[in-house]
């Protein structure tokens, strides 16, 4: 996402980043799941900018992220250009690799489950209510709410292990004005293949920006690898 601001700073575009509330820099408690709260804390983002007179041209998100620029254009449909980044499609699937195979059982047994890193410092701890906050999350019904005159764009890496390509296939079965993109070989942070994603979505900006006629006076990114999965 870095790398990518820097790319739409070079086209005369201004790009704002920010942390979800309890992540990284922003104050705030973390809690899984979250996906309605963080479109909310877009939302705010995005009301602040336009109280300074400032243009929203477009929200992009990048993982979790993506899923909540989505949620945001399925309830205010006041940006019409949206870019899905390797957003997870299927929030029922991807828990057991944070929370373990037996995490339900464990869920059930102490009402909740706390999540270490790799070092085996604790990060964060999962309620039965913050779970229920992620399944309760539908995808499906927030991508049928987002309006004709949205364009979305959905990227996503053929190589990705984190979130697998078929839930990019599944968003571009639901979305109404909905552009696919998969680059061959990529993983969920892009690693080798920044150039590619920045000329991707670029290019997309451009098509929408032509369309509407208007030049971008801000664009809105979140600073979505500080919030979890």
């Known amino acids: 996402m ?3 601001a820097a790319a739409l700073e ?3 575009i201004s790009a704002f980043r920010f942390d979800f509330a309890g992540n990284g820099e922003s104050e705030g408690l973390f809690q899984y799941g979250n996906y309605r709260r963080e479109a909310e804390d877009l939302r705010a983002v995005v009301q602040y900018f336009r109280g300074e007179n400032r243009v929203i041209s477009a929200v992009i998100g990048h993982s979790k992220g993506g899923n909540v620029v989505l949620l945001y254009a399925s309830k205010y449909n006041d940006v019409h250009t949206v870019v899905n980044i390797s957003g997870r499609f299927n929030l029922e699937k991807g828990m057991e690799g944070r929370l373990g195979k037996d995490f ?5 047994q102490h009402g ?5 890193n790799r070092k085996g410092k604790f990060e964060y701890r999962v309620t039965e209510e913050s779970l229920k906050d992620r399944l309760t999350t539908d995808t499906r019904a927030a991508c049928l ?4 005159e949205c364009r979305v764009l959905t990227v ?3 190589m990705d292990k984190i979130v697998p390509v078929e839930d990019a296939i599944e968003f571009a079965k639901f979305i109404p004005n909905h552009k696919l993109h998969i680059i061959k ?11 590619e994603l920045t000329s991707v979505v670029l290019d997309f ?5 032509n369309a509407e006629k208007d030049m971008p006076k801000l664009l809105l990114k979140d600073h979505s690898f500080r919030s979890r999965l």
């Open 104 to 108: 339900l059982l464990r869920l059930q």
């Open 185 to 195: 070989g990529a993983d969920h942070e892009y690693t080798s293949h920044q150039g």
């Open 10 to 12: 070079k086209e005369g």
């Open 112 to 116: 909740y489950i706390d999540v270490f």
């Open 156 to 158: 996503h890496g053929s």
């Open 2 to 4: 870095v790398n990518l």
């Open 205 to 209: 900006l451009r098509e929408s920006f």
């Open 145 to 148: 709410l987002i309006q004709q």
